[in-house]
């Protein structure tokens, strides 16, 4: 009889284990599927910072040309603007006007265009004769912003 009951007790207590087993084996699994999708966030977060640091930081620079562009003409229009992580950029601006184009080769002299670039180059020229005979210029600049938190005197 003292057998028997030592038998029962240990069945129970293998039960209890197996049944602890399973809870722990489960709790693993749903561990690993956690630490999988924090994995998974750890490297599109070191992605996102790799991204960041070669970001050309676009969209400041093209408010600040397309700023500087609506206080030198009514009908400057930036047709194309292409910047890279070293702030080298390229744009292209078209005018509907010859004296509207000529208006803004004096502003792009002033001290309020150039002090937003290290440099600034006049790359090409070019009048298109469309139908009914309209003209449009344009003009394409290439040069290299200075960094944004400075201003040239």
Do not use: C, W
């Given at each position: 009889?003292?057998?028997?009951?030592?038998?029962?007790?240990?069945?129970?207590?293998?039960?209890?284990l197996f049944?602890?087993k399973?809870i722990?084996?489960?709790?693993l699994?749903?561990?690993?599927?956690?630490e999988?999708?924090?994995?998974y966030?750890?490297?599109k977060?070191?992605?996102?910072?790799?991204?960041?640091?070669?970001?050309?930081?676009?969209?400041?620079?093209?408010?600040?040309?397309?700023?500087?562009?609506?206080?030198s003409?009514?009908?400057?229009?930036?047709?194309?603007f292409?910047?890279?992580?070293?702030?080298?950029v390229?744009?292209?601006v078209i005018?509907?006007?010859?004296?509207?184009?000529?208006?803004?080769?004096?502003?792009i002299?002033?001290?309020k265009?150039?002090?937003?670039?290290?440099?600034?180059?006049?790359k090409?020229?070019s009048?298109?004769?469309?139908?009914?005979?309209?003209?449009?210029?344009?003009?394409?600049f290439?040069?290299?912003?200075?960094?944004?938190n400075e201003?040239k005197?």
């Open positions: 009889m003292v057998f028997l009951t030592t038998l029962m007790t240990q069945n129970k207590t293998i039960k209890s049944e602890q399973k722990l084996l489960q709790s699994k749903d561990k690993e599927a956690y999988a999708k924090v994995s966030l750890e490297k977060y070191s992605f996102l910072k790799e991204f960041l640091k070669d970001d050309a930081q676009t969209l400041p620079y093209y408010n600040l040309l397309n700023s500087a562009l609506s206080l003409t009514q009908s400057a229009q930036l047709r194309s292409k910047i890279d992580k070293n702030r080298h390229d744009f292209t005018f509907n006007n010859f004296s509207e184009m000529m208006a803004f080769f004096k502003f002299e002033s001290e265009f150039i002090k937003n670039f290290e440099n600034i180059i006049l090409s020229f009048i298109s004769i469309g139908e009914q005979e309209n003209e449009s210029y344009e003009l394409s290439t040069g290299r912003f200075i960094p944004l201003t005197n």
